[in-house]
């Protein structure tokens, strides 16, 4: 079969000329742990499927006795294949780029497919391949070049040049940032910070803001921050491009239609949220916005006080999560966004009312992110959808920032 030329590059590309500085930065790991680095890394010309020409250097980085013969203790000449930036490297690339490398001279003595995924096959077969006197490496490449755009983006989220008309409030950059963190951060920053469970089977944040602060600001955010990170690190279950989000009447509902990508009044768009190269890969996400009555349930013994001449019994658990999720129902990793969440009371999750609960569990579902939004003084965390009621919980939600970890946000 030919090789799809569509992976292949015309010519050098800026995306390239980023991946190749951060090689040469940062070195690549070879097996057993040796670490090689590069005192060269350039575009390569002539060729199609490798993309880069580079010159190893000797460092006593790694294992000591890995680092007395290859890369690691010689200057030894190196080519690069890279990978597409929003698919992986596929077993044909492997293929094509093995055959224009036979044909170089000198012969490089190291060739390093470098991409952000690899595809199964391609993976066993660079794994495998015996070919003497050269060696083939897959080096993955750091998570963060691809979503550099992003993070150029959150920064400009606080740059007033960008911002000269539409500037965000401190505490709705505080929020976002916060959650961000709370999630991302290695353990190693966190330590000391232990924010308790509320006992029920997913973790929970909840973020308070104040009346007319911009809490649908902060949901889009999220949103965005989410959906875009699951497409572009689609094995990654901390993010969700799946996002239900929980109104607390009619009213808010139809303000909420802000968090659809496709609605003309967007809130990505309008507050710039999102750079416009990352458009069309948030539309990869599916929003979802319900009002909290349709999270009602009636059991069996509702059901048989209930006058009416439909005698029906109560839902199975299957055709609840059906009815209240749609198309979202077999989905494995869902962000919940609860706004005003103060309203929501924490349901046992051991009990017989709590379906929702029972039903995710046998699903083996996860929940990426519960993220709850309130705007005074309570938050309870319901059980993974909340039963509401016209008063806040008794629980206070303290001044600082609160998270029981990955699985729900309240704003």
């Not at 930065?25 to 090689?36: E, F, N, Y």
């Not at 492997?94 to 170089?104: D, G, P, Q």
């Not at 709705?172 to 089977?201: F, H, M, N, Y």
């Not at 029972?358 to 993974?384: E, H, N, V, Y």
Request: hydrophobic residues 40%; glycine residues 6%; proline residues 5%.
């Amino acid at each position: 079969m030919p090789a799809d030329e569509s992976v292949a590059r015309s010519g050098a590309t800026v995306r390239q000329d980023e991946w190749r500085a951060e090689l040469l930065r940062a070195g690549i790991r070879g097996k057993g742990g040796q670490m090689i680095h590069f005192s060269r890394v350039e575009p390569l010309s002539g060729t199609r499927w490798l993309h880069a020409d580079a010159e190893t250097k000797p460092n006593d980085k790694g294992p000591s006795k890995l680092n007395d013969s290859g890369a690691a203790s010689e200057a030894q000449r190196a080519v690069i294949s890279f990978g597409q930036e929003h698919a992986p490297l596929e077993q044909r690339q492997v293929e094509s780029a093995l055959e224009e490398a036979r044909k170089l001279v000198p012969k490089p003595k190291l060739i390093v497919f470098a991409a952000f995924q690899f595809d199964p096959e391609a993976a066993k077969d660079i794994d495998e391949l015996n070919w003497p006197g050269v060696t083939v490496l897959k080096a993955q490449m750091n998570a963060d070049l691809l979503t550099e755009d992003l993070k150029k983006k959150r920064t400009s989220w606080r740059d007033p040049e960008q911002r000269e008309s539409k500037r965000f409030f401190f505490c709705q950059l505080e929020a976002i940032e916060t959650l961000i963190w709370l999630t991302e951060s290695p353990a190693s920053e966190r330590v000391g910070i232990s924010i308790p469970s509320d006992g029920g089977a997913f973790p929970r944040v909840c973020s308070k803001l104040a009346t007319g602060t911009g809490k649908t600001i902060v949901m889009a955010m999220v949103v965005a921050w989410q959906v875009l990170n699951k497409v572009t690190y689609p094995q990654d279950d901390g993010y969700a491009k799946h996002v239900f989000v929980v109104a607390p009447g009619l009213t808010v509902k139809n303000r909420l239609q802000v968090l659809y990508p496709s609605d003309s009044a967007n809130y990505y768009d309008e507050f710039n949220i999102v750079p416009a190269g990352l458009r069309d890969q948030l539309r990869h996400g599916k929003v979802l916005v319900r009002n909290w009555h349709v999270l009602n349930w009636e059991t069996d013994e509702k059901v048989k006080k209930r006058r009416s001449v439909d005698k029906r019994g109560a839902k199975s658990d299957e055709a609840y999560v059906r009815e209240v999720l749609g198309e979202m129902a077999s989905v494995r990793n869902i962000v919940v966004i609860n706004d005003e969440a103060h309203h929501a009371w924490r349901v046992n999750p051991e009990s017989k009312k709590a379906k929702i609960d029972r039903q995710l569990k046998k699903q083996r579902s996860g929940l990426a992110d519960w993220i709850g939004f309130t705007r005074r003084g309570a938050f309870s965390a319901a059980s993974i959808f909340p039963r509401r009621r016209s008063r806040p919980a008794a629980r206070r939600v303290p001044k600082k920032p609160c998270s029981a970890g990955l699985s729900a946000i309240s704003v």
